[in-house]
């Protein structure tokens, strides 16, 4: 199979199970199981973040989205799901409403898009050598990119003072 | 391995994302739609960046999806304890006071 690649059978690999796992995680009736395959779809990213040579953010997917969002995920079902005192049941079933208004828009927005992408003339030249990205990184966020990094750090103050006021317990 | 291929797999996850944040009246499942909508986004933005000479500006872009979405994520999970308390559950649809 000289017309097939490794490169390419890893990508098709790597990006349908990102996809079947998105598939879980929208039709999904168990909470629990939608939490789980947002971790499947966050791997697969990061696995597509390594093949597209981006190792700083692949990095930064998984400690953060994985280790820090999918965790704030699991403590908030933990936390918010009703436990029946009478018989310890857990109310953890993903009502859904009907959904044929949102498989049509869905599919509008799909066609739209899929097809502005496959009607677009892509200006692309490819990559040389791997070159370690993250001093290239560092250097852009503290010359070009410095006040959206100092925006960011304050907006993360902000969240965590915000955050402590709207969760915490009333004092009478 | 062409950029379209990558974008296709963006808008795939972006449009599932869009779905699960339609059809869900759990305000867990929402955010977890809205987590798969910027979890594409800064897909594309990598991947543009990628086929761009390394182009490091996509990178940069990227992480600050994921810091804002971290961010984001707090501040809803924060607002959900409180619906929490308040309602004593979190199904949107059980969450209108508005009079009729």
Redesign the interface.
Known sequence: MNFL?I??VI?LAI?LL??FF??V??FSKN?VR??FA?LG??AG?FG??V????D??AI??LV??IG??LV??L???M??S?IEASSGKKFLV????E?L???V??LI??AL??GA??RTR?Q?????RF?A?TS??GN??LRE?LL?FEL?SL??VL??V???V??RREVK | MQVEFFIIVGAALFLLGLYTCLTRTNAIAILMGIELILNSAALNFVAFSHFRQNNISGHIMALFIIVLAAAEAVVAFAILLAIYKRFNGIDTQKTVTLKE
Do not use: D, H, M, R
């Open positions: 690649e490169k390419t990508f990006s990102t996809v998105g598939c995680v929208a909470l939608s939490a947002l779809v966050f990213v597509l973040y093949l597209l040579s981006a700083f953010v930064i997917q953060i989205y820090g969002i704030l995920i403590f908030a079902i936390l918010t009703k993903n009502k859904a409403v959904p208004p949102a498989i828009g869905t927005v799909g898009i899929v992408i496959l892509w692309t030249f490819g990559a040389e070159a990205t290239a990184i852009k966020l990119y959206p960011v907006i993360l969240v965590l915000g955050a402590i709207l969760a």
